[in-house]
């Protein structure tokens, strides 16, 4: 699961937090505006900077020696746009760039305690333009470090080495989710920043994934006598439902800017109303089930299967694309606001390749197909109901030479698994609902970028077909 993952690149959403004293207040829905930001390699792309992204991608893909962790949480290799937005922690508060992450659990930000070896990714590489905020538990008087426990948050990659270790130190402190409050939030703060990090615009990441799947779990009694709760399970008391919402922005202005510009909504505790259509579709949400198996071998599958919710993870019935229905069910779709492409099955992405002409491009080690041209929605089936996804969203336009543009999709050799990212999610909202273990998608009301209508959902009834339009 996280070796696929570590393949994805990036798409992410944003929220405010400012630190103050606990105090007591109603339950309540809180909205939190997001900015989308242009990623390290994207920002190398639209400046024509192509053979420092040549380097960048043949050193992030060489061999590596594998590397031993203590806990393992995914590291994405961010190289699509992203979504961050302003934090603050601490008392006085410290401010600081995160993305949120439904396909992480914990809270971590950048130390100014940074090892000589690492340091200049903890300030920010200087090629990526951005200097980074980072969190000063000495300049706040509410910061807690009763464990100072080291972890490392590995990657789970095949040829991972140390550079791609993130280890973070368990500390406390007040912690403002715009109006929710919780004094003691259990987070990480780094002194070891891989180069994944250290290139991008952010200064640590919140997740808003199960707590089972927490990283900052130790076992240890003594030092952490109830481990750590999510900073969102928290606050759930605070909300009058326990829900989110995720609504991500997309024109094509945004997704071809060079600078930070207004991205999306988070809202916790209810529905976003002014920004999804009204009809939602749910789904119940899966325990942590995953099958690995050999493409050449189909009979060597590794089958792991755990009692516990991990990832906003759902069943998919089908997916079909121009022509082409795999007449598959998949038990391991995952809704993922930090992956900004689609990630998918081998087959299936054969037949993606096929039927929009893409070709895996070795100099920029992204697959790549011609701008012009139509090419045919893709089709998702969650539910029994059709989620289309438009050329639009998956076609990329970077401004590669030769009338090239991206393809927003990558592959894995598992069969079952897929990560429905930036593409998928700017045309459909998510309502993620804790309480009732489930996923809603609702219609985004971001307007289309092609020509003529298109057909987002089609509704299969026991005894007729219905289908809404959305032009």
Same mark, same amino acid.
């Given at each position: 699961l996280d070796m696929m993952k570590h393949l994805l690149l990036l798409g992410a959403l944003s929220v405010f937090l400012v630190a103050s004293a606990p105090e007591t207040r109603k339950r309540g829905v809180v909205q939190m505006e997001t900015r989308r930001h242009p990623s390290h390699e994207e920002t190398l792309i639209t400046e024509g900077r192509f053979d420092e992204l040549v380097a960048l991608r043949n050193m992030k893909t060489a061999p590596q020696k594998n590397a031993q962790a203590v806990h393992q949480q995914p590291l994405k290799a961010y190289s699509d746009s992203i979504y961050v937005g302003e934090i603050k922690i601490g008392t006085p508060p410290q401010?600081?760039?995160?993305?949120?992450?439904?396909g992480s659990t914990d809270l971590w930000v950048v130390g100014t305690a940074c090892k000589k070896e690492s340091e200049e990714n903890c300030k920010g590489q200087p090629s990526s333009g951005y200097a980074k905020?980072?969190?000063?538990?000495?300049?706040?008087?509410?910061?807690?470090?009763?464990?100072?426990?080291?972890l490392h948050l590995d990657c789970d990659l095949s040829g991972c080495d140390p550079d791609h270790i993130l280890e973070a130190w368990v500390v406390y402190d007040v912690l403002d989710l715009s109006g929710l409050k919780f004094a003691t939030q259990g987070?990480?703060?780094?002194?070891?920043?891989?180069?994944?990090?250290?290139?991008?615009?952010?200064?640590?990441?919140?997740?808003?994934?199960?707590? #089972?799947?927490?990283?900052?779990?130790?076992?240890?009694?003594?030092?952490?006598? @109830? *481990?750590?709760? %999510?900073?969102?399970?928290?606050?759930?008391?605070?909300?009058?439902?326990?829900?989110?919402?995720?609504?991500?922005?997309?024109?094509?202005?945004?997704?071809?800017?060079?600078s930070a510009m207004e991205g999306g909504r988070v809202t916790f505790g209810g529905f976003d109303g002014d920004n999804c259509e009204s009809q939602i579709n749910y789904v119940p949400i899966n325990?942590?089930?995953?099958?690995?198996?050999?493409?050449?071998?189909?009979?060597?599958?590794?089958?792991e299967y755990r009692t516990d919710y991990e990832y906003w993870q759902i069943k998919m019935d089908d997916f079909a694309i121009g022509n082409w229905q795999a007449h598959r069910t998949y038990s391991q779709v995952f809704i993922d606001t930090a992956t900004p492409y689609i990630g998918c099955p081998p087959d299936e992405l054969n037949a993606i390749l096929t039927r929009t002409g #893409?070709?895996?491009?070795?100099?920029?080690?992204?697959?790549?197909?011609?701008? @012009? *041209?139509?090419? %045919?929605?893709?089709?998702?089936?969650?539910?029994?109901i059709d989620y289309r996804v438009p050329a639009f969203e998956?076609?990329?336009?970077?401004?590669?030479?030769?009338?090239?543009?991206?393809?927003?999709?990558?592959?894995?050799?598992?069969?079952?698994?897929?990560?429905?990212g930036g593409p998928f999610l700017r045309q459909f909202c998510t309502v993620h609902d804790i309480g009732k273990k489930r996923i809603g998608f609702a219609r985004s009301t971001n307007k289309d970028n092609g020509s003529g209508s298109s057909t987002s959902m089609i509704m299969l009834g026991a005894s007729a077909l219905l289908i809404r339009l959305y032009l």
């Open positions: 401010t600081f760039y995160v993305l949120i992450d439904t905020h980072r969190f000063n538990g000495d300049a706040s008087s509410t910061f807690s470090n009763a464990s100072y426990i080291s987070f990480g703060v780094t002194d070891v920043v891989p180069l994944t990090y250290g290139l991008q615009p952010i200064d640590g990441v919140l997740g808003l994934g199960w707590p #089972a799947k927490s990283a900052l779990e130790h076992p240890d009694p003594v030092a952490l006598p @109830k *481990g750590f709760v %999510p900073p969102l399970w928290n606050m759930l008391d605070q909300l009058d439902q326990p829900i989110f919402t995720v609504f991500m922005s997309r024109n094509q202005e945004q997704l071809n800017a060079t325990v942590y089930e995953y099958t690995y198996c050999n493409m050449t071998n189909s009979n060597a599958c590794t089958h #893409a070709s895996f491009d070795s100099m920029y080690h992204l697959y790549t197909l011609p701008c @012009k *041209g139509s090419k %045919p929605d893709m089709v998702f089936k969650i539910g029994g998956y076609v990329l336009d970077y401004g590669l030479p030769d009338g090239k543009c991206v393809l927003a999709m990558q592959g894995s050799n598992d069969k079952q698994t897929w990560y429905l």
